[in-house]
């Protein structure tokens, strides 16, 4: 397993920005793929944007045009830059890691991310 430690986060009015990072350790090859979950309360947790160590990316149809991910690879750490936030985007966000985009086995504790109207 890797050691997923997430910063970032918080309050933002809707059309607003908050940036996410997160910090993995251990293994190397378990942070071949890194990227953002989320679980808003009562729905399931739903993939937001993954990121390869080559650069490839995959994003969900909801936050395409608004989120932009990426990672520095040299230290091991994925960035998410919400843009124009909506308060549909209101959710715990786990970061996640693995060997693959189909194999994340690592998770972050979640981080809170809240978008008023």
């Known amino acids: 397993q890797a050691q997923l430690v997430e910063s970032g986060g918080g309050l933002a009015q809707a059309g607003g920005s908050l940036r996410l990072s997160c910090a993995g350790s251990?293994?190397?090859?378990?942070?071949?793929?890194m990227g953002w979950y989320r679980q808003a309360p009562g729905k399931q947790r739903e993939l937001v944007a993954i990121?390869?160590?080559?650069?490839?990316?995959n994003y969900a149809d909801s936050v395409k045009g608004r989120f932009t991910i990426s990672r520095d690879n040299a230290k091991n750490t994925v960035f998410l830059q919400m843009n124009s936030l909506k308060p549909e985007d209101t959710a715990v966000y786990y970061c996640?890691?693995?060997?693959?985009?189909?194999?994340?086995?690592?998770w972050g504790q979640g981080t809170q991310v809240t978008v008023s109207s």
């Open positions: 251990g293994t190397i090859l378990r942070l071949n793929a």
């Open positions: 996640v890691a693995g060997f693959a985009p189909t194999d994340l086995s690592s």
């Open positions: 990121i390869t160590r080559d650069g490839i990316t």
